[in-house]
Structures are given as structure tokens and as C-alpha cells.
Antibody, heavy 119, light 109 residues
Framework: EVQLVESGGGVVRPGGSLRLSCAAS????????MSWVRQAPGKGLEWVSS????????GYADSVKGRFTISRDNAKNSLYLEMNSLRAEDTAFYYCARYLVTPGAFDIWGQGTMVTVSS | SYVLTQPPSVSVAPGQTARITCGGNNIGSKSVHWYQQKPGQAPMLVVY???DRPSGIPERFSGSNSGNTATLTISRVEAGDEADYYCQVWDSSSDHVEVFGPGTKVTVL
């Protein structure tokens, strides 16, 4: 079964850091580009960051540029999001998503992990 | 940055047709993808590249894209189609970013 499972969410104080992980299974991970998409409570979807199949190309939303870093370890079938200088407005569910074709549609999504930034 | 617009809500009776629009400047030149999200669930791709359906998505879901408007059409609407629907494009004009529309809540009367 094709599956993405996120982990690493939690409660963190403003200015703090957190590292999210996404474990992929059921497909050849290094055949696909990957992304992180977030959704604040009761709000819409917001693209956060993307990475191509080998990590050689990355992109970030302006709202996180310079604070978040996307990476991947193809040997471990894992995607990561390092989040620094967290703000209250970063509070959201963070989804890991697989590109059908990079760039393009996201055909597989994880169930998400919640990040709460609060003092 | 590229901006997508969607109506906040669409209401439709069972068995009728729901049309959800996604507006953007010359969006017809881009590939549009559509997602369905039910409460407490992750989004699910229902249409990609304007009008293609992933395997397992009913033929009742179809898409079109021309000019400044893309449209997701749900034919013979069922109660289970009640959800939020989001459109998405890739904006190649500004540092390769993905853009989502604000979402449309479809209510089945």
C-alpha cells in the first residue's frame, strides 16, 4: 500500500524549532518529487515547500523562506522539514504530499501532523 | 504572485450538477488540479491536468479549463460529495511556487 506517515509535530514556543519527518512506503521513493503543505485550523491549504527527486532542487513559500528547510534521505525513504524561528502563524496541520509529476498534482497525501506555536 | 479565486460555497440538490469555478489570470495556459477534502481527512486528488481523473475517481467528476476560468463539474451529486474543494496550479512565473485556491464548500441539500 502506498503510504505517507508524518511525525514530529507538537507544541513549541515562538522562536523555537521543530523537525517534521515523513516516512514513505509502498513505492519507489526516489522516483518522485515531494512537498509539504499546511492547513491552519479552519483555513485553506497553503503550499510550504517542495523538493525534487534527488534533493537538488527545492522551493519555498515566501512565508517560510529563510526559516524552513526541506530535505530528503532516499536511503531511508524519508522527507523532512526543519522549522526554525517559529511564529504563531505557523500553527497548522502539516501534510506530506507526493508529486504525481514534478511540478504538478499531489496524488498521495499523508494524514498530517499538528504543529502548535504558542507561549 | 499568482492569485486563484473560488466561490466560498456552492449548494446543490442530490442528483443535480455542481460546478465549482477557479479563476486566475490566463489560467487556461496552466495545468489545474482539484482536491476534495472532507472534515478531519487529508485532501484527495480528484482531477489533475485540467481534466484527467486518478484511478478510482468516479466519472461524475470532470474538469475543464479555458481563458481565465477552470471548472470542476460534479454530475449526479451524492451526499458523499459534500466537502471542501480546492484548485491548485504551478506558478512558473515567480520562483516556481505552487498555488492553492481558497477553497469552495460544497453543500448537498
Amino acid at each position: 500500500e502506498v503510504q505517507l506517515v508524518e511525525s514530529g509535530g507538537g507544541v513549541v514556543r515562538p522562536g523555537g524549532s521543530l523537525r517534521l519527518s515523513c516516512a514513505a512506503s509502498g513505492f519507489t521513493f526516489d522516483d518522485y518529487g515531494m512537498s509539504w503543505v499546511r492547513q491552519a485550523p479552519g483555513k485553506g491549504l497553503e503550499w510550504v515547500s517542495s523538493i525534487n527527486w534527488n534533493g537538488g532542487s527545492t522551493g519555498y513559500a515566501d512565508s517560510v523562506k529563510g526559516r524552513f528547510t526541506i530535505s530528503r534521505d532516499n536511503a531511508k525513504n524519508s522527507l523532512y522539514l526543519e522549522m526554525n524561528s517559529l511564529r504563531a502563524e505557523d500553527t497548522a496541520f502539516y501534510y506530506c504530499a507526493r508529486y504525481l509529476v514534478t511540478p504538478g498534482a499531489f496524488d498521495i497525501w499523508g494524514q498530517g501532523t499538528m504543529v502548535t506555536v504558542s507561549s | 504572485s499568482y492569485v486563484l479565486t473560488q466561490p466560498p460555497s456552492v449548494s446543490v440538490a442530490p442528483g443535480q450538477t455542481a460546478r465549482i469555478t477557479c479563476g486566475g489570470n490566463n489560467i487556461g495556459s496552466k495545468s489545474v488540479h482539484w482536491y476534495q477534502q472532507k472534515p478531519g481527512q487529508a485532501p484527495m486528488l480528484v482531477v489533475y491536468d485540467d481534466s484527467d481523473r486518478p484511478s478510482g475517481i468516479p466519472e461524475r467528476f470532470s474538469g475543464s479549463n479555458s481563458g481565465n476560468t477552470a471548472t470542476l463539474t460534479i454530475s449526479r451529486v451524492e451526499a458523499g460529495d459534500e466537502a471542501d474543494y480546492y484548485c491548485q496550479v504551478w506558478d512558473s512565473s515567480s520562483d516556481h511556487v505552487e498555488v492553492f485556491g481558497p477553497g469552495t464548500k460544497v453543500t448537498v441539500l
